[in-house]
């Protein structure tokens, strides 16, 4: 009789219900953060009031950190005070600590002298404390996930031997820390496969330094690939009849993008490139290294922004003449289409070229338009020359 009362039970929908709002109330996993900076075998059911007394006193939005991080407050073992003495000590004011920590609540896991260590590695690549301060608020989670913190020694010395500035190895660390966690061999080994690449594709050794520092400034990520990745990406590419220095070509105008697209994903963009605009392969070569973005985007977001011209009234022929117009996703192109036309632009007349290039310079280009358009026939305050 119990086990069929418990299946009944089991089976209704109060049981259900409630079932489910235990589960939406339980504690969230712990993040990839957490769980590199601490040791959760202090984990219990009930909020630490010495935790949440001490952030209230620091002027922390518990309810913040509750929404956000709410295992944070569960840990028997935090470091409250600790963190918000080595901030302070940096500079930060009670303010700005107190809207760390509610972006990034984990921080008060961290064992002191992990973060200490983590606060002497960016001062290697800072100039000041106030700009660390910055950095910090900006990108807690890469400041407090205190792992591998001797790769990254490593590789912050590496990067410096390399030529790379300390305020580019500052960026890496906030947008691209992952690379940092990498064993400095694997990054080592990347770099010379990059520079090997560089040189069997015609490149000079006087420029190698200069190609492969702006690489890497543009796209830390591509240390992230692996040799075989890259080697099987530019042997396809030669397949397909792309000579050495256009593979250079690609490789700078996608800013190394190029490494991380697979030869299926590679080919599938050029086979339903070269069907939409009807066009040799020859052909699709030229408008490949017109728009290396052809290779890079997929065929899904191609045949969108394609769709989206063509719904504006522009056809196929004029996209060939301008395909860097495909680098636009539809919403900008319609917006730059509809501004355009209140100065009398016809798309179906026009050239795409007008609406290309970056915010910046697609207002600077409408401006000259716009100037242009409004100009007199005539100069009114020049001096008339008439016969007496």
Same mark, same amino acid.
């Given at each position: ?8 039970l ?13 589960? !939406? ?8 953060l957490? %769980? ?7 984990? @219990? ?14 002027? #922390? ?6 929404? #956000?991080?709410?295992?944070? !407050? ?19 004011d ?9 972006? /990034? ?9 992990? *973060?200490? $260590?983590?606060r ?5 690549? /800072? ?5 660390? #301060?910055?950095l ?25 031997? =390399?030529?790379?500035?300390? #305020? ?5 660390? $906030? ?5 940092f ?13 990059l ?19 702006? !690489?890497?400034s ?7 690939n ?6 099987? $990406? ?7 009849g792309? $000579? ?13 993008f190029?490494f ?19 066009c040799?392969?020859?052909? !699709?070569?030229?408008?490949?290294l017109? %728009?290396?973005?052809? =290779?890079?985007? @997929? *065929?899904? *977001? ?6 989206? =011209? ?5 056809s ?16 900008i ?29 697609f ?26």
């Open positions: 009789m119990a086990g069929l009362f418990l299946k009944l089991m089976r209704s929908q109060p049981f259900r219900l409630w079932c489910s709002r235990e589960m !939406l109330s339980a504690p969230k996993y712990r993040p990839f957490a %769980c590199v900076t601490y040791s959760t075998s202090n984990h @219990s059911n009930k909020e630490n009031q010495s935790t949440v007394e001490k952030l209230c006193k620091l002027s #922390v939005d518990v309810r913040k950190v509750r929404r #956000v991080r709410g295992w944070v !407050l569960l840990e028997h073992e935090t470091y409250v005070e600790e963190i918000a003495s080595l901030l302070q000590q940096l500079g930060a009670e303010t700005a600590i107190a809207r760390l920590l509610e972006r /990034c609540p984990e921080a008060i896991v961290c064992s002191p002298a992990a *973060v200490n $260590t983590q002497e590695l960016w001062q290697s690549v /800072c100039k000041n404390e106030d700009e660390l #301060v910055k910090i608020e900006q990108f807690p989670e890469s400041f407090f996930t205190v792992k591998d913190q001797e790769n990254q020694k490593l590789n912050i010395q590496f990067f410096q031997e =390399l030529g790379l500035k300390n #305020v580019v190895i500052g960026r890496f660390l $906030t947008t691209a820390p992952s690379i966690r990498n064993p400095v061999e694997n990054n080592k080994l990347m770099i010379r496969l520079q090997e690449s560089y040189l069997n594709l015609g490149g000079s050794e006087a420029n190698i330094k200069v190609w492969l520092l702006k !690489l890497l543009q796209n830390p990520f591509v240390l992230l692996s040799s075989a990745a890259i080697k099987e $990406t530019l042997a396809f590419l030669q397949e397909q792309f $000579t050495d220095s256009e593979i250079l070509q690609l490789l700078s105008k996608l800013k190394g190029l991380q697209l697979g030869p299926r994903s590679i080919q599938n963009s050029i086979s339903f490139s070269k069907n939409a605009f009807k040799t392969d020859h052909d !699709l070569k030229q408008l490949v017109k %728009c290396p973005a052809l =290779l890079y985007y @997929s *065929v899904p *977001v191609l045949e969108e922004r394609i769709q989206g =011209l063509l719904k504006e009234g522009v196929i022929a004029q996209i060939r003449e301008t395909p860097m117009v495909l680098e636009l996703t539809p919403q192109v319609q917006y730059r289409i509809r501004k355009l036309s209140s100065l009398g632009y016809r798309v179906k007349e026009g050239h795409l070229a007008d609406l290309n290039g970056t915010k910046k310079e207002e600077a280009n409408f401006g000259k338009i716009q100037a242009k358009k409004g100009r007199p026939l005539f100069n009114p305050v020049a001096p008339l020359h008439v016969d007496e």
